[in-house]
């Protein structure tokens, strides 16, 4: 009986409670429709002295952009009609000054604000706080610990390294060369690099070339970065929630799943080697010291190393920016070249001189094919693996031509349009190499050209990249003569790296067929 009564009065109240809830989410709309519109009006007179394209209220200039190969193109135009710089808007409340000029460059790159709280927030559940995203004292203390692993008797022996990796890949792409077929690049410069990281920093060889299937860890990369730009992209997944419990947030906790099984494996791998090694100089009378090794015995001035989850980032950082940045540099690079068969040709007249005979490259061959880095160095300026920086300022900051911003403000720097900038470069879409002449370099800003970022946060592992795209492009131009298909024009595609929607595809042939 009694039970019966609190049903009924339970029944009695329930219409009182959903009023109550209704009112409850009508409130906390009202609330926060109302923090978008003041953050959107104190955004708004931030950016009063930067016009802009005209931006929906609701989706910013994100419908703009069509994910369909030309929204790199759309940037470009922008930045012709706005000189300089331009507010881009990602929804209502989210705006960052798109900058694209090297002395807009100059002053953002030289100063040491941190990495944005916007974009690189979605990649910290990944990467973890790494070199990468991470920031102030800890940044400073990682970078200095880290700083050695790149000194150049550490990179000496990756040389030969790396070009048996590249060797493994070329003995693939024979198949490819006896048949006039056109394949696609991306995949197998990315299983290359993939390889030689692999090898290089963590002394583990993964056969990930010649196993069968897909690499389940590239194909996890791929997943990431592109659920990281759907995530920028639209404005409902900024909310931790609402991502989580969308189907996009299970795809991508399930393909981030993947990729750190890897990377604890390759720690746990070498820890297990480690257990009876104290000191780096007894490991060093073994073998070669690599990456990891260094992260490992890393002591700062306390005799503090990195904690399990720091290594763990900084290993997550250095597999996926070790080789996912070179290999779409190098494959742009190789279509570059198929694209330009003058340039491609003078390439392997200088690279065979340089090797007399050798099939693969030697640390002191880096520096004997200065043409053929000129070529690298003017694909990476048409298309720089990295298309895009974002930093966030905690001061105001002024500009050459006296605008200013406020502290909090985001700030992207556009790679891509940077090394497009007609005011700076002559015919900025045509593959001219011989810009990078030194008398034509030191005509220029040295923020005119930075694939690799530059000042305090600068691309650590730069001279790694640049040797292991000089060693494979070189063993590359020795054995196949490179030609376009015209039937494929690559949709590039700004995700966290630069790649193509449709591929990188080219016909090879020996060199030996030449005509």
Not at 444 to 454: G, L
Not at 500 to 505: A, K, P, T, V
Request: hydrophobic fraction near 40%.
């Amino acid at each position: 009986m009694e039970l019966t009564e609190a049903f009924l009065k339970y029944q009695a109240a329930w219409p009182h409670m959903h009023y109550f809830i209704a009112v409850l989410c009508l409130v906390a709309a009202v609330y926060k429709l109302t923090n978008i519109v003041l953050e959107r009006k104190a955004i708004l007179r931030s950016f009063e002295a930067f016009p802009g394209p005209p931006a929906h209220f609701l989706f910013g200039n994100v419908l703009e952009f069509k994910q369909d190969g030309t929204d790199l193109f759309r940037a470009l135009k922008w930045a012709e009609q706005y000189p300089y710089a331009f507010p881009l808007w990602f929804g209502p409340s989210v705006c960052l000054l798109n900058i694209h000029h090297p002395d807009y460059v100059k002053t953002v790159l030289s100063s040491t604000e941190p990495k944005d709280d916007f974009a690189y927030r979605f990649i910290e559940s990944w990467i973890g706080n790494g070199l990468l995203v991470s920031n102030g004292q800890k940044w400073f203390r990682h970078r200095r610990l880290l700083t050695p692993a790149f000194h150049y008797d550490v990179l000496k022996p990756y040389v030969n390294l790396m070009s048996e990796s590249a060797q493994t890949m070329l003995d693939k792409w024979e198949k490819y060369a006896n048949t006039n077929e056109t394949f696609e690049l991306f995949e197998h410069v990315s299983l290359m690099t993939l390889d030689s990281i692999l090898k290089c920093a963590f002394s583990s060889n993964s056969n990930c070339q010649t196993e069968g299937g897909t690499n389940a860890y590239i194909k996890a990369v791929y997943e990431l970065s592109n659920l990281i730009n759907l995530r920028l992209r639209t404005f409902p997944y900024h909310s931790d929630l609402i991502f989580r419990l969308s189907p996009h947030g299970f795809r991508y906790r399930r393909a981030r799943k993947v990729a750190h099984s890897h990377t604890n494996e390759v720690i746990k791998k070498r820890k297990e080697v480690l257990k009876a090694e104290t000191e780096l100089s007894r490991i060093q009378t073994k073998r070669y010291l690599d990456f990891l090794d260094i992260l490992l015995f890393a002591r700062d001035e306390k005799q503090q190393g990195l904690s399990d989850e720091d290594l763990r980032a900084e290993v997550d950082t250095f597999m996926f920016e070790g080789h996912d940045t070179t290999a779409s540099g190098l494959s742009f690079i190789l279509y570059c070249l198929a694209c330009h068969p003058e340039h491609q040709k003078l390439c392997r007249e200088e690279v065979c001189q340089a090797l007399q005979g050798k099939d693969t490259m030697e640390w002191e061959d880096l520096s004997k094919i200065p043409y053929t880095t000129m070529c690298i160095k003017e694909s990476l300026r048409l298309y720089p693996p990295v298309p895009g920086i974002s930093r966030q300022v905690t001061k105001p900051i002024t500009f050459f031509d006296g605008r200013t911003l406020p502290a909090g403000s985001h700030i992207g720097v556009s790679v891509f349009a940077t090394h497009r900038n007609a005011t700076v470069w002559e015919n900025p879409n045509v593959f001219d190499p011989l810009r990078f002449l030194p008398e034509n370099v030191s005509k220029r800003s040295p923020h005119a050209f930075v694939p690799f970022s530059a000042g305090p946060r600068n691309c650590i592992g730069q001279n790694f990249a640049m040797n292991e795209m000089k060693v494979v492009t070189a063993m590359t131009l020795k054995r196949y003569q490179l030609i376009k298909d015209p039937e494929y024009e690559p949709k590039i595609i700004p995700r966290l790296v630069l790649r193509s929607l449709n591929g990188i595809h080219i016909k090879i042939k020996p060199v030996e067929q030449e005509e």
